[in-house]
């Protein structure tokens, strides 16, 4: 028993130290970070991880994602990175700030516009922020307030920090307030003054 134990330790010592080849975790081939991790110049510059979910930025000039954005734009879209999660999901960090001409033509040409012209100047609540698409094109809009919700603390941080140059510091705002909570649970709250502007993406 001493001697089947004590082997026990030692080989789930060695374990720890290092792991072996079959507790690697691997992604499934059919998944978005995969194939974006094959495409020509695509750089896998960010991997992270919390009890939650596994986060990844991969930029590459493939990525185009502005859904909803006219055929008639006479603007292109911006160089954008992609987070993922857990592998899929794509997720744009745009490469614009939100006071650039550009992103006020870009979001002059995307659905959500009319809502803007509807509610000028509005106090703007945008659920499920992510990288912040719907905050770039509320500032863009003319927004002068956006609490941005985004359950997902690591997106926060990597939208601070490793990428807040590179979104034009978006999330650091005096315009916009980022609350790390659930949607529904921030929903459910009662507020001291009601919203103009709701967006759930």
């Known amino acids: 028993v001493v001697t089947v134990l004590s082997a026990a330790v030692v080989l789930g010592s060695v374990a720890l130290l290092r792991q072996p080849q079959f507790l690697n975790q691997r992604l499934s081939p059919y998944k978005t970070l995969s194939t974006l991790s ?32 006219s055929l008639f734009s ?25 006071d650039a001409a550009e992103a006020r033509t870009l979001a002059g040409y995307l659905p959500l516009d009319l809502a803007f ?13 992510g990288t912040g698409l719907d905050v770039l094109l509320a500032l863009a809009s003319g ?42 649970v921030f929903a459910r709250q009662v507020g001291d003054r009601p919203y103009d502007l709701v967006i759930l993406s």
């Open 117 to 129: 012209e509807l509610r000028p100047d509005g106090r703007t609540l945008i659920l499920e922020a």
């Open 38 to 69: 094959q495409a020509l110049d695509s750089r896998h510059t960010l991997s992270a991880a919390d009890a939650a979910a596994r986060v990844d930025v991969v930029e590459s000039p493939i990525i185009h994602v502005m859904p909803g954005l």
């Open 74 to 98: 006479p603007t292109g879209l911006p160089e954008q990175a992609g987070l993922m999660l857990d592998g899929d999901s794509l997720m744009p960090i745009n490469r614009l700030a939100a």
């Open 143 to 184: 927004a002068q307030q956006v609490t941005a919700v985004e359950e997902n603390e690591l997106i926060i941080k990597i939208m601070r920090e490793d990428y807040g140059e590179w979104s034009g510091d978006l999330y650091q705002d005096p315009r916009v307030t980022v609350v790390n909570q659930s949607g529904r």
